[in-house]
């Protein structure tokens, strides 16, 4: 595929030290990614370390009202870490496969 960018875009880039504007969008992309991937990463070390396992140990742990860990934290507490644990999960997961794509290019 062909892509014709304007000539200001190149010239922008050569300006900003890059070899062309695809260049420099390969390079923000990754970055972009690489911090969408940390942040979410970030999320999942904080309930790890919050409840004292991972998120598949508090699936399987949860349902248990006896279970001594777990016992502190409030029902709702845990329903609302749960969904947010499994959303930053999918979350770095589909960042993962677009910063792996990303290097491809």
Do not use: C
């Not at 279970?67 to 870490?81: C, N, Q, V």
């Amino acid at each position: 595929m062909t892509v014709t960018l304007d000539p200001a875009l190149e010239e922008a880039a050569h300006a900003l030290g890059y070899q062309s504007a695809i260049a420099f969008a390969q390079i923000e992309l990754r970055n972009r990614a690489a911090q969408k991937l940390a942040h979410y990463k970030s999320r999942i070390e904080l309930y790890e370390q919050k409840y004292g396992m991972t998120h598949d140990e508090f699936k399987v742990r949860v349902v248990n009202p006896a279970d001594i860990s777990l016992k502190r934290f409030g029902i709702i507490e845990k329903e609302d870490d749960d969904f947010e644990w499994e959303d930053a999960i999918y979350m770095a997961q589909s960042y993962q496969q677009k910063f792996d794509a990303l290097f491809q290019l």
